[in-house]
């Protein structure tokens, strides 16, 4: 069910294990993504390294053989003697998971929670950075807690995979929710960087839409929503749920009470993924009992994202 093992008294599938979260590396691996451009045209794949940066460093004394388009006008005219500007190379491309630990997530009926389906879809996207050259980090919806710092390497993976599995074993009693999570993301960022966001559709709507296009402006957004296949077909039933210790027992066979839970649940996910579609953020939908690499463009097949 789970590859990995956990430790004794952890019970499969209920909380994420370090275990189960390196094991992921095997398919993160050997699926490429498409050699595609940002906005799904064919063509080379970008480098973390993307060539010669444009921001300027310093200039220096013109030797025989330097590009004459990066000539220092300026300060040639002011030294009487020809300079050249140098320019700084981009820096690693970074990846930043935002994870959220709305409690919504922390419940689950086939394979594994919520939670952990979250967990293990925020490892894929780990070790796809790693695979890709990036620098990752991850954080929250916290005041309290800071960000794990970016880092290459296997380093960074393990401290990344180190949180999530402590994230998702309950729900943080400092959640600060998404909203929150994403403005720290924001002012972490810089132009050109990957955004992953592991993420309950309830708490898509609590984010003002403006967030969503300032971010994918200027960096590359997907946001990862999960959900268990209880919330997308339940059945015509009575089904008990305990709410905050309380017994909830909604009639699933009257026409009313469904039509609520459609909205509350597969209704909620449409809106989210219609919302985030429109504000130019990628949208995958990833079932709790799913293949946790599932939502890599490559599986899907180039170019292809499914709702």
């Known amino acids: ?76 005219a002011r030294s009487g003697r020809m300079h050249t500007k140098l320019f700084q190379a981009e820096r690693q491309r ?4 935002v994870a959220d630990t709305a409690p919504s997530l922390y419940f ?14 925020g490892a894929v996207a780990a070790w796809a950075a790693l695979r890709d050259g990036d620098r990752v980090a991850a954080l929250r919806g916290s005041t309290r807690e800071p960000l794990v710092p970016p880092a290459g390497g296997m ?20 959640d600060a929710g998404l909203a929150v999570a994403l ?29 969503w296009a300032a971010l994918s402006q200027h960096h590359e957004v997907t946001v990862l929503l999960v959900e268990d296949r209880l919330e997308r077909d339940p059945p015509t039933a009575r089904l008990p749920f305990l709410v905050d210790g309380q017994r909830v027992e909604p009639d699933l066979g009257d026409p009313r009470q469904r039509q ?4 509350a649940f597969p209704g909620a996910v449409a809106a989210a993924v219609a919302a985030l579609r429109a504000r130019g953020v990628r949208a995958d939908v990833l079932a709790a009992d799913a293949p946790s690499h599932a939502w890599l463009p490559s599986s899907a097949g180039a170019g292809a994202w499914r709702a």
């Open 108 to 121: 689950g009926t086939r394979v594994r929670f919520k939670s952990v389906q979250a967990a293990r879809a």
């Open 260 to 263: 609520r839970w459609q909205a």
């Open 1 to 76: 069910m789970i590859a990995g093992s956990a430790p004794a008294g952890v019970d499969h599938g209920v909380v994420p294990t370090l275990a189960e979260l390196i094991a992921l590396r095997g398919v993160a691996f050997g699926r490429r993504p498409p050699r595609r451009a940002r906005h799904g045209t064919s063509g080379p794949a970008p480098s973390p390294l993307r060539g010669r940066g444009m921001e300027y460093a310093e200039s220096r004394g013109y030797t025989q053989g330097d590009d004459a388009r990066h000539i220092d006008w300026r300060l040639t």
């Open 155 to 174: 380093r960074g993976v393990l401290r990344v995979l180190d949180a999530l599995v402590r994230w998702y074993a309950a729900p943080p009693a400092d």
């Open 183 to 211: 403005e720290h993301a924001r002012r972490l960022l810089r132009p050109g960087s990957r955004l992953y966001v592991l993420a309950d559709a309830g708490s898509i709507a609590e984010v003002p839409p403006a967030a």
């Open 94 to 97: 970074l990846t930043l998971l």
